[in-house]
């Protein structure tokens, strides 16, 4: 079945260095969203992608859609300390599931 | 905005027992429902979808007989998990589609620990 995958499956920065995690797949996405887990926590929707080659911002948070809308981006500007969690990438499966990426584990250094 | 609220949000059992976990959306109308799981360090497992007023959908190698769902009402999706061992323990999620554009609602999640 189609599959998303996510890298770098972990990502340690400095605090005002910036990040991005990538997602691939196999297949054309009819849109691609994107989630944040804190630790401890569940994950919250940030965001979804329906059109190709779309860019979304959210403050420091900028969200792109691959031309062939088969891989998607997020990329953190300045990251803070705030931004620690992981962040999951997901892509519909069946006319209603999502399937979800392994997630990229941020972790932040101030 | 829509919330989905899960209960309990931890249980300890014992091996053998049965637990059941509660997922209510508050404010919404939720015909689906997805159940998932979540190993510490991983990603969300989708266990089984629940429909309302029919039986659920089970992923391959999830157990229907042991993860038992139940969805009666448009608000209410259930996840009983019979006779727990240790391995079941994890992180359980419920989660509902509020609307097209809006993503997935998330249940604050049940840590269940089987002792």
Redesign the interface.
């Known amino acids: 079945g189609q599959q998303v995958m996510q890298i770098p499956q972990y990502q340690h920065v400095q605090e005002g260095e910036d990040f991005t995690t990538y997602c691939n797949s196999s297949t054309t996405l009819s849109n691609i969203?994107w989630?944040k887990q804190r630790p401890g926590?569940?994950?919250?929707?940030?965001?979804?992608l329906?059109k190709s080659g779309e860019v979304k911002k959210q403050k420091r948070l900028t969200f792109q859609f691959g031309e062939a809308k088969k891989n998607s981006s997020l990329h953190i500007t300045a990251t803070q300390t705030t931004d620690v969690g992981t962040y999951?990438c997901?892509g519909p499966?069946n006319n209603?599931?999502?399937?979800?990426?392994?997630?990229t584990?941020l972790t932040v250094k101030p | 905005g829509a919330v989905v609220s899960q209960h309990p949000s931890r249980v300890i059992c014992k091996s053998g027992t049965s637990v059941k976990i509660e997922c209510r959306s508050l404010d919404f109308q939720a015909t689906?429902m997805?159940w998932y799981r979540q190993f510490p360090?991983?990603?969300?497992m989708?266990m089984a979808?629940s429909n309302e007023g029919s039986k659920a959908t089970y992923e391959q190698g999830v157990e229907k007989d042991k993860f038992l769902i139940n969805h009666a009402s448009l608000t209410l999706s259930t996840l009983t998990v019979t006779s727990a061992h240790p391995e079941d323990s994890s992180f359980y999620?419920c989660?509902a589609?509020t609307g097209r554009?809006?993503?997935?609602?998330?249940?604050?999640?049940t840590r269940l620990t089987v002792v």
Do not use: C, E, W
Not at chain 1, 96 to 103: L, S, V
């Open positions: 969203q989630y926590g569940h994950p919250v929707f940030l965001i979804q329906v999951f997901a499966h209603n599931d999502m399937r979800f990426g392994a997630g584990r | 689906t997805f360090k991983q990603s969300l989708l979808t999620i989660s589609r554009n809006y993503g997935y609602t998330f249940g604050s999640g």
